[in-house]
């Protein structure tokens, strides 16, 4: 009897299980995953490339005496702004006006000898006529003569060199700059073009910027420049200090080496930058900001919206009309900031996934929520 009763049960429990079972499925097909899309755009952007370097002064130059002797006086305080031509250090003088002095005086005395020597060739050169002198004498006058001017002519050589001499006491700025530490006081015994220098003065209003960098970056950078009808003489460039500011004036790219460093494979640049509130120093490490073109109509994504695969090839997951997943073969050209600069795979108007990316894949239908304003459409 009980069996009875439990078999239309048993018929049943199959049933129920089968109902539940449809109802699990339908709910999994109906439910959608949500994603972040992107709404590509174009802008136009200016392509950069920052360069490391060193900044060097103008002008530099050694200061060293010329001649020997005691420093009598410092006529500067270190770290001044210094004028050419104007007076760093006065070295005892006495010997060397002395030497000039007596210079002086062999000349007049050399000059002397000239005129009576001169007075003696034309005296005998009339005597000769009448046989009053022998032509012996007469020739031995006249090579005296000429003796006294050419001994005239040596003593005034060594009245100059006494008279420059004398001038080197005083040591002299070449260029106008900005001197540095002295490494002698007065006092101190200097020489003749000693290895040390006395002090050092550097230029620098303007400051050069030395940029390395490799021989394919060079070539690359011609063939950029040149597309644009840029020369190297107005190449623009900005300046990234070590503190990360930004330097306020602009420079301009001066010169390239001429030959490819072998060990490295690098070149060196040269840009110019004034420098008229003395930010700059020399050896500082900067960064310089090289404009390469001006692209009208890049396409910027987020950088989160490429994915890459094991070999590296870039991929990007764009929305169809109906909100269907596809997935697209992307070249990214180069980072700048936080996106990506695409050189194909996405067209102006495509709709990128950024958000949600790992919880959905090819075919998938999706609810779509616009985040392009969040994060930074392109004008």
């Not at 360069?51 to 009598?72: M, Y």
């Not at 270190?78 to 004028?83: C, I, M, Q, S």
């Not at 040591?171 to 001197?179: D, F, H, L, T, W």
């Not at 764009?318 to 194909?344: F, H």
Request: overall charge positive.
């Amino acid at each position: 009897m009980m069996l009875q009763r439990l078999t239309p049960l048993l018929f049943l429990f199959p049933l129920l299980f089968v109902g539940c079972t449809q109802e699990v499925t339908t709910t999994k097909k109906t439910t959608q995953v949500t994603v972040g899309a992107y709404s590509v755009g174009a802008q136009s952007i200016t392509l950069e490339r920052e360069l490391s370097g060193r900044t060097k002064a103008s002008k530099s130059a050694e200061i060293r005496p010329q001649i020997s002797g005691i420093i009598k006086e410092r006529l500067f305080k270190e770290g001044d702004l210094v004028k050419q031509g104007a007076v760093l250090y006065a070295i005892d003088d006495a010997s060397y006006h002395a030497a000039y002095d007596e210079a002086k005086a062999t000349l007049a005395n050399a000059e002397a000898s000239v005129e009576s020597a001169r007075l003696k060739y034309e005296r005998y050169a009339d005597l000769v006529k009448v046989e009053g002198v022998s032509k012996q004498d007469m020739e031995d006058a006249k090579t005296a003569y000429l003796q006294a001017v050419a001994n005239v002519e040596a003593k005034k050589a060594a009245l100059q060199s006494a008279r420059i001499d004398l001038d080197y006491t005083k040591i002299k700025a070449p260029i106008s700059g900005r001197i540095g530490i002295s490494s002698v006081t007065e006092g101190a015994l200097v020489t003749a073009n000693q290895t040390t220098a006395l002090a050092t003065i550097r230029a620098l209003d303007l400051v050069f910027v030395d940029i390395t960098q490799s021989s394919a970056q060079l070539l690359k950078l011609r063939t950029l420049l040149s597309q644009q009808g840029v020369s190297k003489g107005n190449t623009k460039l900005s300046l990234k200090l070590e503190d990360g500011t930004l330097y306020a004036h602009k420079g301009i790219l001066q010169f390239q080496e001429v030959s490819v460093d072998e060990g490295t494979g690098s070149v060196t640049l040269r840009a110019i930058f004034p420098n008229p509130d003395g930010v700059l120093l020399p050896g500082m490490y900067v960064r310089s900001i090289m404009e390469e073109a001006v692209l009208e109509k890049a396409i910027l994504v987020p950088q989160q919206g490429i994915s890459r695969d094991p070999k590296g090839n870039a991929t990007a997951m764009v929305l169809s009309a109906e909100n269907k997943i596809e997935t697209r073969k992307v070249q990214t050209q180069r980072a700048i900031g936080d996106k990506w600069l695409i050189q194909s795979g996405l067209n102006v108007g495509d709709r990128l996934v950024v958000e949600g990316i790992n919880k959905v894949k090819t075919g998938d239908s999706v609810v779509v929520v616009d985040v392009t304003q969040s994060l930074g459409k392109a004008q």
